[in-house]
């Protein structure tokens, strides 16, 4: 019992400080190929493949899940979430080309994507007719709570440079070069 709470805790602490980090290094990939939008969507693309389909098939083909099987239901619901989560990445990319800083973007993501889950999670259990004042109290404080964060962060917080593409290299700069040589 207590080993498997260790592992929870532990196995959320991984998530934590994965998808903390994965904004700020989604965009430094980003503005290191010049603002592009696809090819870091590439990227995570080809990162979850490896990471989500290649060890779970090795896994699976060594037998290491001896219970569950495939249904329609259930590929067809994961294969929503995960396209989902595509979206997502996509949204974080193009808020990024955008303008956005991680600063910004990420704590807008992770304070409403929450909120979204819990709302979801409610409507797709059927349980909304089971909420109790104090779970929709907290929903609602929770909604506030991030309605908060979001106009300090936006409206009083020092405003940071946006990272944009580097300018291409003018002709400018190469006759000034040249005129310099003669």
Not at 6 to 20: H, P, Y
Request: glycine share 14%; aromatic share 12%; proline share 5%.
């Amino acid at each position: 019992m207590i080993k498997d709470a260790v592992l929870v805790a532990a196995f959320v602490a991984l998530t934590f400080v994965c998808w903390g980090a994965y904004g700020p290094t989604l965009h430094k990939g980003q503005v290191a190929m010049g603002g592009s939008r696809l090819r870091p969507l590439l990227c995570v693309g080809l990162a979850y493949f490896a990471i989500a389909v290649v060890v779970p098939s090795v896994l699976l083909w060594l037998g290491q899940e001896s219970s569950g099987r495939f249904t329609f239901t259930g590929v067809s619901w994961s294969l929503f979430g995960g396209a989902l989560g595509a979206l997502g990445a996509l949204g974080i990319i193009l808020a990024f080309n955008y303008g956005g800083s991680p600063a910004y973007v990420m704590p807008f993501v992770f304070g409403f994507a929450p909120l979204v889950n819990g709302f979801i999670t409610v409507g797709l259990s059927g349980k909304y007719k089971e909420m109790n004042s104090l779970t929709l109290g907290g929903m609602m404080a929770g909604l506030i709570m991030v309605s908060m964060g979001a106009f300090i962060v936006l409206f009083c917080a020092q405003k940071v440079a946006s990272h944009k593409p580097p300018a291409p290299a003018s002709s400018s700069v190469e006759s000034s070069a040249e005129a310099g040589t003669h």
